[in-house]
């Protein structure tokens, strides 16, 4: 059995609804902040009180190694990438999720206003200090998931109801992680599409490619400035120049050099080792 897929629990009365307006959006393309505003107003609609959401998930990414979303009652939605390398590491490291990853566990759930004792993690005392009566988390993953190799996504949920979330509360709750999943997953596999096409063909040809130009003779004539560019003496500095020190160099060239094309709406159509070209 899959410790982190939920067992059959019967429809509350809202969540049917709930379930089809996301499975509709998610059909139609919609963004993941569109997505976590809609459900979260529409769950409060309902009845389940939530005053704060977040969701988070892995992309593929040259750069970013991470995406999550919040939503904030009162403040909107909002959205964070985080670098494979991020100052936020720690955070993470020091969340429910990991905790949950690593003891195999599919929900987690905390009690905010039953006691005045230190909880285990920063973001509950934060919860707690801005009036939030219970946090519960959710991990929707696949087989053999790691901390390292994280598939699927993890949302979690506060409230500020007496008595914090009813059974009730948690059985929609659970039921829309699969439609809400889906749906984000969908929005994620088209910008993370994006991001590979982009990475390896130029900003242009990506999207061309992503609108269905894929055709042999495929073309269109533009007017553009075309740079080829690269290190003076690179090949021979690769003989005596320690490898590390040589990656950090190259690292450094390339993103002074490609930013600015890319600031001037220029784009890079293809790395060649030290050098590139761009239009």
């Known amino acids: 059995t899959n410790p982190y897929l939920h067992p059959e629990i019967p429809w509350t009365t809202e969540a049917p609804e709930i379930a089809d307006w996301v499975t509709g959006e998610g059909l139609r393309g919609t963004n993941e902040l569109e997505l976590l505003e809609g459900l979260c107003e529409r769950l409060n609609a309902s009845g389940v009180s939530v005053t704060r959401a977040h969701v988070a998930r892995r ?43 690593e003891n195999r566990m599919s929900e987690y759930r905390s009690r905010l206003e039953q006691t ?6 920063p973001v509950l005392e934060d919860l707690r200090g801005e009036g939030a009566t219970e946090y519960a988390a959710f991990l929707f993953l696949g087989d053999g998931a790691e901390l390292e190799a994280l598939e699927g996504y993890g949302a979690s949920w506060a409230t500020d109801a007496p008595g914090g979330f009813s059974e009730k509360d948690l059985d929609t ?48 004539i533009i007017d553009a400035v075309l740079w080829n560019c690269d290190i003076r003496g690179f090949t021979a500095a690769t003989y005596w120049m320690p490898w590390n020190e040589l990656i950090t160099m190259l690292n ?28």
């Open 116 to 121: 005045n004792e230190p909880l285990p993690f």
């Open 59 to 101: 992309t593929l990414h040259p750069l970013i190694g991470a995406y999550a979303s919040q939503w904030r009652r009162g403040e909107g939605v909002e959205h964070r990438s985080f670098a494979h390398e991020s100052e936020n590491r720690e955070n993470w490291l020091r969340s429910p999720f990991v905790h949950m990853i």
């Open 252 to 279: 450094d060239y390339l993103e002074y050099v490609a930013l600015p094309v890319e600031d001037g709406g220029g784009q890079i159509l293809k790395f060649i080792g030290d050098g590139f070209i761009a239009t």
């Open 173 to 220: 709750l659970r039921k829309l992680l699969g439609p809400f999943g889906l749906a984000i997953k969908a929005a994620g596999m088209l910008k993370m599409g994006a991001s590979i096409v982009e990475t390896y063909l130029g900003r242009d040809a990506g999207w061309r490619v992503l609108r269905g130009e894929i055709q042999r003779g495929s073309m269109e």
